[in-house]
């Protein structure tokens, strides 16, 4: 059993953890931490999901991070990739001696007299109970529950012979060579799936209610590999990272809400383009919504779209019924037969983990607080939450939340200070929820979000750039940040 103090705990050794671990090593190197990680080995996400195919939805050189160049020539990477390379970051910068396995924390609890966190770890499992304090605490542990996905109850399920999966629950052993099978869902995880067991199956086919949006993209960026032949792997990924988060987010998104009309007939023509001249289009692949209302889907060398032309793959747009002995019947009557039916239906999305927050003695409703530059929660003391981007890479905005809370942290140090609170006041008026984002797991979760206000630094802007300049380069106080 441990029973000790540290300056900084961090929890959940996935991608944001990671890079809070380096950033703390790197910048607060006087500091003692901590990487609790409730699972049995790292990467989050990439060690968690083994579906067929899995792989990153954002480009590599963006999704990696900014001190460790992606050196890989494909535009996305699978999954056994992308863990191979934070297990390579973890051990190059020996991290892992800082990790602790196992460690689930059910709860942390602030104490104003004592001036630190106090951590309830692994009370509701069989491993050793920890009783840990910190100064600081860093939720690193992403936005959705590991335990389980999102699945609907679908009338009849007991019905189905066959099998029903959930891609976050997927079996090792799954047999689906020469099989029916049907794919409910048409998001980033239904088109990874299709194209990757297409050519094992009898046929596949993806049941969406309505479509969704899709951008085609390069298998590899000709631009890197042209800047990685004549100069080095650092400079090729410097020039591309920056390439790839100034289309994406300076043009791109912005293009989409300032002429959504524009960019929805761009997109749909690109898909047109794509499939056989025959193909309704409209009925498929036109959303009713803008572009960026819902995350946009990456499909690298438009491998979805050649599973459809070659009759492998197909796209149904309808509503289940029920579910049948041998498959689903639709509301328009048509039936699809299925031998396994791949419930890709979402995420149980969380904020800071869904864990229970004690401050001075009081439970801390999360949704009644704002968000100070989208890390820390209006009236809590010296904790930070990474959250990353929708409309890009996660890790562009893990990566700055782990730098500005290594400043914060310094400066707390070097003023004298023993901790540091955000706080509104009546010049900070409520503009709403804190993610203005229309997909079905994030409108399912509205109710645990923090709001936001309507002026800075209590906005959630969703741009890296002017995020950039804040927190890498802006001022650490303010009239906001109360410091004690």
Known sequence: MENNHTDVIIIGAGISGIAAAYNLKKSCPNKSFLLLEGRSSIGGTWDLFQYPGIRSDSDMCTMGYRFKPWVGRKVVADGPSILQYLKDIVTENSIDQYIRFNRMVDSVSWSKENKQW????????????????????????????????????????????????????????????????????????????IPSMADDTDHITMLQRSPTYYIIGPEEDPLGNFFRKYTTDRLAYIIVRWKNILFSQWFFFNQARARPKKVKAWLISEIKNKLKPDYDIDKH??????????????????????????????????????FTENGI??????????????????????????????????????????FYKSMMI?????????????????????????????????????????????????????????LDFTSGYVERAKHKFPKQGARAPWTNTQQYLSDLLALRYGKIKDKDLKFF
């Open 378 to 434: 209006a009236d809590v003391p010296n904790m930070v939450v990474t959250f990353g981007y929708t409309n890009a890479s996660w890790t562009l905005k893990a990566d700055l939340t782990a730098e500005y809370t290594c400043r914060l942290i310094n400066y707390i140090d070097t003023k004298g200070f023993d901790y540091c609170m955000a706080i509104t006041d009546e010049s900070v008026e409520e503009k709403g929820v804190w």
């Open 329 to 370: 019947t639709l509301k328009s009557g048509e039936k699809l037969d299925a031998d396994i039916i791949i419930t890709a239906t979402g995420l149980n999305m969380e904020v800071a983990g869904d864990m229970k927050i004690i401050v001075d003695g009081n439970d801390l409703d999360i949704s009644s607080k704002m």
């Open 118 to 193: 106090s951590l309830s770890i692994n009370t509701n499992n069989d491993y050793p109970t920890d009783n840990l304090t910190c100064d600081f605490i860093l939720f690193c542990g992403g936005y959705y529950n590991y335990d389980q996905g999102y699945k609907p109850a679908f009338p009849g399920e007991e019905d189905f012979k066959g099998e029903i999966i959930h891609p976050q629950q997927w079996p090792s052993n799954l047999d689906y060579k020469n099989k029916k099978v049907v794919v409910i869902g048409s998001g980033a995880t239904a088109v990874t799936i």
């Open 285 to 322: 692949f036109t959303p009713q919504y803008n572009p960026w209302d819902q995350r946009i889907c990456l499909v690298p060398g438009g491998d979805f779209f050649n599973a459809i032309n070659e009759d492998k793959a197909s796209v149904v747009t309808d509503h289940i019924e029920r």
